[in-house]
């Protein structure tokens, strides 16, 4: 009964929160955090079974690496190796030796140092990823390296687990032997995940969904998750780990859209667990013996972080603003952090204070990354304006030099994902000379080799705009997923052509009105123009005409689509054919050649005068009559589609096809 008053507490007080958090304008996430300060031990004191709170919020954790493998795939996997390899690499290498160094400039032991340089180089994926994912920003130039340092770093954890011991002074013979094992654990892992993901998981999933059973559809995804997760932990690799590489694997089938609905509302749930669990750590009697030391202290470390982020990037072939951006989302300290500080109190690498303070400034600096990255956007205009070299600003790709555009009236496309592509593919077939601008290096020496007009470079740049040559430019259109990108690239794109027609994707609703403002000419809602779509193939399925299925769509679009934000609108067609006309039907069917009326025509069949019935169309071989005249004559072989009462329909084709 413990657990379940604490559940309700939780949800509760959550639910009141973030109401309050709302109306303030705060993010959520801070008012999870903010919940467990007040619920927790060295709050209020209302939760009293913290074991199993923390056991959901790992669940959380699971669920939310998941999702964010199902919405990923193999090939962007591939696309941010550089980030992982080196970006990764270099961020932890530099991280760590800056947090030793600071340490014993503080006169702390050797190993306590290396271990500060250890919990602080960490940063928190569950965090990052959710306010990113939450922003449709997984897949930007920034989300993809974040994500990229973020996969290095949960790797990295068990060669620090590891190295625990001997920091605290323990010897262990058997270190190497234990790393063999733990390299091979890995290789195997990994090599399950791309044969379940090519072989395995499809054809059970395609057995699965045969059945047409939502509950064992449901199952076998959550019995996936957690099975991978168990063997990378049993692996020694994290569970949030595991649960990434399980999405992946399933994201690679036709079922993945099925399976990210099914486990989005869990995922919501639990992670809100994960979130007051680290407001629960923080002693708010420490914090406010020492307030302007811990944030002194937590402030130092988010702009450090920060730092040593955007000097990682930059190398990377990445812009500053790109760079900058990828510093301020790492600029916290990560959970796994509290999991190598726990180990860390078992061998006394920790006392007791030193370990409330690094408690402290991780939670601080936790609750500071949703306001960061909130405000990011603005902290790399300014940067941007400082006298540093293009080469920095606009960011160095390794390749050779793309020559400027000398077109007119051409087109230009900024992104190269899907609807990016599926644009290029329709201006080349159309012969409209155009270009393409992407920030993804790999994606732009892929498609160079295959001769696409792209080159690399942040859009955001006046200078990349120039090159594209956007003063002679007919059009542009952006359709990324980064928001702040997309209204800095609006407002500079209409400042450099006045009469450029400009087109901007986004998937929120909310940024129509400034995207407007800003100079757009066109701006479409991604999740809107798929209500359209859906709808008017609803209506055509319905035999509205297509003219006036035409007429509705204009008027929403031309209202900005304030029919579907308000539906204030009454319906002026009837869209249920049943309803309008409950005792009509539309069958079609094919004269056979012995039929008694090939030959004859439209008008001596009588068929309105005899039969109560009308041919709406006729189709032959590959054309189709609509409305055929009276003069039409019938051939065998002809489709007829004719709409009438349901009995006169049968007494008509019966008569047409005796024999039938």
Known sequence: MHLLNDILIILGLSAFVLYVCYLIRVPNIVGFLATG?????????????????????????????????????????????????????????????CGFAVSRLFGLPLGVSVLIGFLISLSSTAIVLKIMQDRAEVETPHGGTALGILIFQDIIVVPMMLLIPLLAGEQNGGGQAALWIFLAKVISIL??????????????????????????????????????AWLTYQAGLSLALGAFLAGLIIS??????????????????????????????????????HPLYLSS?????????????????IPLGLSLRTAILVGIALSQVGEFSFILSEKALQYGLLTGDTHQIFLAVSVITMMATPFAL?????????????????????????????????????????????????????ARFSGIPHAVIEMNPTVVREERAKGTPIHYGDATQEAILQ?????????????????SATRRITELARRLNPKLYLVVRTRFIQEMAPLTELGADEVIPEEFETSVEIFSRVLAKYLLPKDEIEKFVAEIRSERYGMLRSLSHEATSCTDLDLCLPDVEIKSFRIAAGSPYVDKTLAQTELRKKMGVSVLALRRKNQTISNPPAETVFQAGDILFMVGEPDRLADAISRFNPQG
């Open 37 to 97: 300060l007040i619920c927790g031990p060295f709050g209020l004191g209302l939760v009293r079974d913290i074991a199993a709170v923390k056991l959901l919020a790992e669940v959380g954790v699971v669920l939310l690496l998941f999702t964010i493998g199902l919405e990923f795939s193999f090939r962007n996997l591939l696309h941010i190796k550089r980030p992982v390899l080196i970006g990764g690499s270099l961020q932890v290498a530099i991280t760590v030796f």
């Open 191 to 228: 090599a399950l995940t791309i044969v379940s993901a090519r072989w395995i998981v499809p054809f059970a999933f395609y057995n699965i969904a045969r059945t047409k059973s939502r509950e064992l559809f449901l199952l076998s995804v959550i019995a996936i998750c957690l099975a991978v």
């Open 252 to 289: 690679e089938s036709e079922y993945s859209h099925q399976a990210l609905g099914d486990i989005l509302p869990f995922r919501d749930v639990f992670t809100s667990f994960f979130f007051v669990s680290i407001g629960m750590l923080l002693n708010v009697g420490f914090f406010f013996d």
């Open 297 to 313: 202290l937590a402030l130092g470390v988010l702009f450090v972080k920060a730092l040593i982020v955007v000097v990682v990037a």
């Open 374 to 426: 909130a405000a990011s956007p603005g902290i790399a205009r300014l940067a941007l304006r400082l006298p540093l070299p293009r080469k920095i600003k606009r960011g160095a790709y390794p390749s050779r030099r793309a020559e400027r555009v000398r077109d007119k009236d051409h087109l230009i496309i900024v992104g190269f994902g899907l609807n990016g592509r599926n644009l290029a593919r329709a």
């Open 467 to 483: 090159h594209l040559n956007i003063k002679a430019a007919k059009a542009l259109v952006v359709v990324i997923n980064d928001p």
